[in-house]
């Protein structure tokens, strides 16, 4: 079986700070890191592999030589190989663009059964690449997937997280499936497979290794353009409520329908 996870190197957020005085973020020194879901997404290839030794797991990104790093983490974790798309071309791509270079890249890959993605990246936050590279592969999607079960068939038992439970839906592979964290705990490298990924060749395709154009990738050909960016106002100090329990909860009530909050 053959297992595509699409991973993104991305700034711990958590990381990222406001400077107080100007308003603007803080970069310095903040980590890249490998996108969380897309930890779990590849933990789950993973654990199919671990159970048959007959998965082939493939890990592809989009983005700066730099990405190289996590690739190389994503090999110490288990994959056993890694596809950095990465090109000057691919530039300010938005989600279209960035969808348009993935899944032409996994073009480049033949045949495969499963593609995993994480739900959402933590620094874009759209949770639109995954479903957009399955319109472009032609192929099924099942997005917040929080358990599967593959039947000998290529069918693929899914249970999708709902906001107030879930639901179950049945695919045929090949199927795209965006993982959420509930889905499972992503393992740590493996020390032993740390220096065999630190030797293992990361094959980077650009866009002339692609059957793309600069009609399809980059800022230009992106739909969408960010027109301002601007750190969010600082919260203002909170209000104490400092009376008996029942006028305190009515001056909350009246605070909150102040906001339309409820
Ligand atoms: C106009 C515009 C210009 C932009 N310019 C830039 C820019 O110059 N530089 C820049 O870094 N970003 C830029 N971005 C952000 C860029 O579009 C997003 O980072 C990218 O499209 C992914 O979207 P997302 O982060 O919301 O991912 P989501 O859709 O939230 O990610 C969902 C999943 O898709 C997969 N995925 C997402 N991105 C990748 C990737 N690159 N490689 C592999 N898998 C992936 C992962 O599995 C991830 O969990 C720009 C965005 C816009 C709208």
Known sequence: MKIIVCVKQVPDTTEVKINKETGTLIRDGVPSILNPDDANALEEALRMKD???????????????????????????????AVLLSDRAFGGSDTWSTSNAIAAGIKTLGEFDIIFAGRQAIDGDTAQVGPQISEKLG???????????????????????????????????????????????????????????YTKEIKVLGINDLDITTDDVGLKASPTRVFRSFSPDMKTAGVMIDKAPKEAALELLGHLKSKHFI
């Open 51 to 81: 159970a048959n030794k007959d998965v082939h797991i493939t890990v592809v990104s989009m983005g700066p030589p730099q990405a190289e790093e996590m690739l190389r983490e994503c090999m110490a974790m288990g994959a056993d190989e």
């Open 139 to 197: 192929i099924p999607q099942v997005t917040y997937v929080q358990n599967f079960e593959i039947k000998e068939n290529k069918e693929v038992i899914v249970q999708r997280q709902l906001e107030d439970g879930h639901e179950m839906i049945k695919v045929k592979t090949p199927v795209l499936l965006t993982a959420v964290k509930e889905l499972n705990q992503p393992r740590y490298m493996a020390l032993d497979k740390i220096f065999e990924a």
